[in-house]
């Protein structure tokens, strides 16, 4: 194709990207059995540590992103491609997590009460269990260190401050296992599809979407290489194996720095193209693309 043909090729057909939602019997099985078995381990292991030592906020959300990498790994073996199968999953594993951690610190508990047989006795009399243990804590209210100093919570804040603990373990495991099992996957040959960064682009967010979603790729000639500020990526995921004979994923994604001093990657649009756009794409940089994660 010459360089001119760009410029003329009239607009590609694209839809829209969408995972394929696909998943084998005995794949889903290994992400569940991982996911969980990882979730009660970091529960297990979390749950002996707060003897002495439990940092609210990071704890659940370190059970989250471990659990939520190795249920990702586990994905991606399995070639699981069902985000909001996956996301549950992600997030049952968080949940049973944090109940083991708490069930840790209920069998303490138990274990300081048979130091005094009467209160023991007193207690299995009443036919007393977990839940009441949770509320007689929360009756007691959490104590929190911060800044050196011990803060107690009230009733209900003791009851919040366990359900935030819960939705960002299991939260943050869910997403990122739903991100995930959206990757682009090539069911030609049944593996994922690579994913490259193509290009950097000056266009306005709004006219590189309209090029993207349009196929009219042509439109994005000429406007590679960013300006200062303008973090404009333009990505392909392809399948090396397969090549012309499947097709090709555009992405478009804004970076901007996220607080943290580092940069995160914005969905901006993602779009599916006949294998042919490829070489369109190709002759937007000169510069040969690096595989990328993704
Ligand atoms: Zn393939």
Redesign the pocket.
């Known amino acids: 194709m010459d360089n001119t043909t760009a410029n003329s090729s009239p607009p590609f057909h694209v839809v829209p990207y969408r995972p394929d939602g696909g998943s084998g019997q005995r794949g889903l099985l290994l992400t569940w059995g991982i996911t969980i078995l990882s979730g009660l381990a970091l529960g297990a292991a979390v749950g002996f540590i707060s003897r002495w030592l439990y940092v609210a906020g990071l704890f659940p959300l370190a059970i989250g992103g471990i659990a939520g990498l190795l249920g990702m790994l586990s994905l991606t073996t399995a070639k699981v491609r069902a985000p909001l199968l996956a996301g549950t999953i992600g997030f049952v594993s968080g949940c049973l997590a944090i109940g083991v951690v708490h069930t840790f610190q209920y069998q303490r508990f138990l274990h300081r009460l048979s130091e005094q047989p009467q209160l023991l006795a007193q207690w299995e009399a009443d036919g007393d269990g977990f839940l009441q243990f949770i509320d007689l804590q929360a009756q007691r209210g959490v104590e929190i260190i911060e800044h050196a100093d011990t803060m107690k919570l009230g009733y209900y804040q003791s009851y919040i401050y366990w359900l935030v603990d819960l939705l960002l373990a299991a939260g943050f495991a869910a997403y990122l296992m739903w991100n995930q099992a959206r990757a682009p996957f090539?069911t030609?040959?049944q593996?994922w599809?690579e994913t490259y960064l193509l290009a950097k682009l000056r266009l306005a967010r709004g006219r590189a979407k309209y090029a993207v979603t349009t196929g009219q790729l042509a439109l994005l000639r000429d406007q590679v290489a960013p300006p200062a500020g303008n973090k404009l990526l333009l990505k392909v995921s392809a399948?090396s194996?397969?090549g012309p004979?499947?097709t090709i994923v555009v992405l478009l994604q804004e970076v901007s720095e996220d607080g943290w001093g580092g940069f995160a990657g914005k969905r901006v649009c993602q779009a599916i193209y006949p294998s042919q756009a490829m070489d369109v794409l190709n002759q937007l940089t000169a510069e040969k693309p690096e595989p990328i994660q993704g």
Do not use: L
Request: glycine share 0%; hydrophobic share 10%.
């Open positions: 090539c030609v040959c593996d599809k399948c194996r397969c004979d499947c």
